[in-house]
């Protein structure tokens, strides 16, 4: 995923802000300590919708998520484009970092790099613009994000009762992993190189590392 801001907006219900009609605190704290400042959900819906970039929800908080660099966002739209074409004809669609999620269980809205949905999709009650029901879910890793990507994000995630795949995407070098849900377990595969290849059993297609790591060469020559 792209990064959580270093400096960020937290927002709260105050109504005179730099950040607009909402309380700004900048810094490296992501709480608030009063809970009058807490947001609900229908507050951090009509807040998102109106901003100009993205924010997550968690627990009454807004975290303001930062852009990400060249190489995230074409490995992004390079899986993004190789599952819409290994997907095509079937009804699976496939979603890029606008698309919101949440996980009803805990009550995060987030915003994954790539996800899946195949069949009808399930939108949170009032909010047809955040789905419920993925299939699968990616995000490409960040130094700044990997640790919550592979902790307490990927704990969420595979929360989702509709979820069979999470993807892992190093953006460093070509490595993928894969955790698939067993029966009572997940079960990691990885592939590592840029011949390799990594099968997606629940959504039964294979990527290629050379297809979603296409280009990636060029922007280390600039």
């Known amino acids: 995923m792209r990064g959580l801001a270093r400096g960020f907006c937290v927002y709260g219900l105050e109504k005179d802000s730099p950040c607009g009609p909402i309380h700004a605190i900048f810094g490296m704290t992501m709480a608030l300590t009063k809970?009058?400042?807490?947001?609900?959900?229908?507050?951090?819906?009509?807040?998102?919708?109106?901003a100009d970039f993205k924010s997550e929800f968690f627990d009454g908080e807004m975290f303001a998520m930062a852009g990400g660099s060249r190489r995230h966002s074409l490995i992004a739209s390079n899986l993004i484009r190789e599952l819409g074409n290994?997907?095509?004809?079937?009804?699976?669609?496939v979603y890029n970092s606008d698309l919101r999620i949440k996980i009803e269980t805990s009550g995060l809205y987030t915003y994954p790099d790539a996800s899946v949905v195949c069949g009808?999709?399930?939108?949170v009650t009032g909010a047809d613009d955040t789905i419920v029901n993925p299939v699968?879910?990616?995000?490409?890793?960040?130094?700044?994000?990997?640790?919550y990507d592979r902790g307490r994000k990927s704990e969420q995630y595979r929360q989702i009762p509709s979820l069979r795949e999470y993807l892992l995407i190093n953006q460093n070098e070509p490595h993928i992993?894969?955790?698939?849900r067993g029966e009572n377990k997940w079960i990691l595969h990885e592939a590592s190189g840029a011949n390799a290849r990594i099968?997606?059993?629940?959504?039964?297609?294979?990527?290629?590392l050379t297809e979603i790591y296409l280009n990636v060469s060029l922007l280390d020559e600039d």
């Open 35 to 50: 809970a009058n400042h807490r947001l609900t959900e229908a507050q951090y819906l009509e807040i998102e919708r109106a």
């Open 86 to 93: 290994q997907l095509k004809g079937r009804p699976c669609v």
């Open 120 to 123: 009808a999709s399930k939108s």
């Open 136 to 147: 699968l879910l990616a995000e490409v890793l960040s130094d700044s994000t990997e640790a």
């Open 177 to 180: 992993e894969l955790m698939v």
């Open 199 to 208: 099968e997606l059993p629940a959504l039964e297609i294979t990527l290629s």
